[in-house]
C-alpha cells in the first residue's frame, strides 16, 4: 500500500487550504461565526465538487479524511462530517437505493447523522429508535447541526433490523432541543422523532454493512478534523516557541522544550499516518479494515488531545485566555474524539472481535483434529 499522496490528492488538499483561507475567518474569531458564514463555505465546498464526488465514489476516505483534516486546522464550522460520510457510504449501491435518497445522491443536501441515543452507546446494538410503515419513533443525541441541515440520516430499528432512515429535517413530528457542548461551533442537538414521517427506509438486506461503512468512515473522518486541530496548534506552539524569548534566548533552545515539541511532533505525525493508512485499507477493500479504523481512531482520540495540552503548555498561561485559540483547538479535539465512539469504546469494540476471532479459530482447530482422529 503506497500511503504517499498522489499528486491530485495534494492538488485537493492544497485547494482545500486556500479554499478555507479565503471563504472561513481565521481561528481567533471563527467561533464567532453565524449561519451566513456557514452557508457560504457550504456553497463553496458544493461548487468545489467534494461532496458530488463523494457520492459517486470519484472521491475515496483518503480524500476526504484530506478535507476534514483542513477543516479541523481551520476550525471551520459545517456539517462536513455528516453530508461527507452518508454520501461516502452509500455510493457503491447509489442504483439500488429508494428515490428518497435522491437528495444526498445527485443534490447539495446537508445531513447530519442520528446514531448516539440518552444513556446509550455509539454501537448499533445500543439503537432504539424504531421504524414502522415509514414512520420514525424516537430519540437520538449530540446531533451535529441539527438546525441547520436538510436531512437527517438516522439509524433505527426495522422489522427487528437495523436500518438507515432519511428524514427531512423540517418534518413535522420532529422537535430538536439543543443541547450544551464543549464546542460552540459545533453545535449539538437532541432530537426526538414523534411520528415523523422518513422518506426513504434502507431495506434489510442493503443496511447491514452500509450502517457498518458509514460509521466506520464517520470515526475516520472524527479522527482526521481532531489531528488537523492538533496539527495547527503544535504549529502554532513550534513557531511561538522559536519566537518567545526568555533570560535573552528563545524558550525553543531550552532542552525540557525541545524534547516536549519533538514528543508531540511524533504523536501529530504518527495519527495522521494512521489514520491515512486506515482511509488506504477502507478505499482498497482491505480485509480488517474496519478493525484499522478503530485502532486510528483510539489512537488518535488520545494522542491529539495530548498533542493540545503539551502545546498550551509551551504557550504558558496565555493559553488559557479567552483571547488566544489554543483552548478552541483543544474542545474541538475533545468533541470529536468523543463521536463514534472515544478510546475506551473502540479498544472494547477490538479486544471482543479479536476474542471471538480466537475463538473461532481455536474451534477450526478441534475440528480439524477430530476429522483427523477419524
Not at 421504524?131 to 437527517?152: F, P
Not at 414521517?197 to 460509521?215: K, N
Not at 488520545?302 to 485559540?325: L, W, Y
Amino acid at each position: 500500500m503506497d500511503l504517499e499522496l498522489s499528486d491530485e490528492q495534494a492538488w485537493i488538499e492544497e485547494s482545500i487550504n486556500t479554499l478555507l483561507d479565503r471563504q472561513w475567518p481565521p481561528v481567533e474569531t471563527a467561533w464567532e461565526t453565524g449561519e451566513a458564514e456557514r452557508t457560504r463555505l457550504w456553497d463553496s465546498l458544493v461548487e468545489f465538487g467534494l461532496l458530488s464526488g463523494a457520492a459517486d465514489g470519484q472521491l475515496g476516505a483518503i480524500e476526504l479524511c484530506l478535507l476534514a483534516r483542513a477543516t479541523g486546522s481551520h476550525l471551520a464550522s459545517v456539517p462536513l462530517l455528516g453530508s461527507a460520510a452518508v454520501r461516502y457510504a452509500l455510493a457503491p449501491i447509489t442504483a439500488d437505493l429508494p428515490e428518497g435518497f435522491a437528495p444526498v445522491i445527485t443534490g447539495d443536501s446537508r445531513v447530519s447523522i442520528g446514531l448516539l441515543e440518552p444513556g446509550g452507546g455509539w454501537s448499533v446494538s445500543d439503537t432504539g429508535a424504531r421504524v414502522e410503515s415509514s414512520r420514525l419513533m424516537g430519540i437520538k443525541a449530540a446531533v451535529e447541526h441539527a438546525t441547520g441541515v436538510d436531512h437527517l440520516a438516522v439509524v433505527a430499528i426495522a422489522d427487528g433490523e437495523p436500518t438507515l432512515a432519511l428524514v427531512a429535517a423540517g418534518s413535522s413530528g420532529i422537535e430538536v432541543t439543543p443541547q450544551s457542548g464543549l464546542d460552540a461551533s459545533v453545535p449539538l442537538s437532541r432530537v426526538t422523532f414523534a411520528d415523523a414521517e422518513a422518506e426513504a427506509v434502507l431495506a434489510p438486506e442493503l443496511a447491514e454493512p452500509i450502517i457498518e461503512r458509514l460509521i466506520t468512515v464517520g470515526g475516520l473522518l472524527a479522527a482526521a478534523e481532531a489531528i488537523g486541530a492538533a496539527a495547527r496548534i503544535f504549529a502554532d506552539a513550534r513557531s511561538y516557541a522559536s519566537e518567545r524569548r526568555q533570560f535573552g534566548r528563545t524558550i525553543g533552545s531550552n532542552q525540557a522544550v525541545r524534547h516536549l515539541m519533538a514528543d508531540l511532533h511524533v504523536r501529530q505525525a504518527s495519527g495522521w499516518s494512521t489514520t491515512l493508512y486506515a482511509a488506504a485499507a477502507l478505499d482498497d477493500g482491505i480485509p480488517g479494515a474496519r478493525q484499522t479504523a478503530s485502532v486510528a481512531k483510539a489512537y488518535v482520540s488520545r494522542a491529539a488531545r495530548e498533542v493540545a495540552h503539551g502545546s498550551m503548555q509551551v504557550f504558558g498561561g496565555i493559553a488559557f485566555t479567552e483571547e488566544h485559540p489554543a483552548h478552541r483547538f483543544l474542545r474541538r479535539i475533545i468533541v470529536r474524539e468523543q463521536q463514534f465512539g472515544d478510546a475506551a469504546h473502540h479498544e472494547r469494540e477490538l479486544g471482543r472481535s479479536f476474542a471471538a476471532a480466537a475463538t473461532r479459530s481455536e474451534c477450526a482447530v478441534d475440528a480439524a483434529q477430530a476429522v483427523t482422529a477419524r
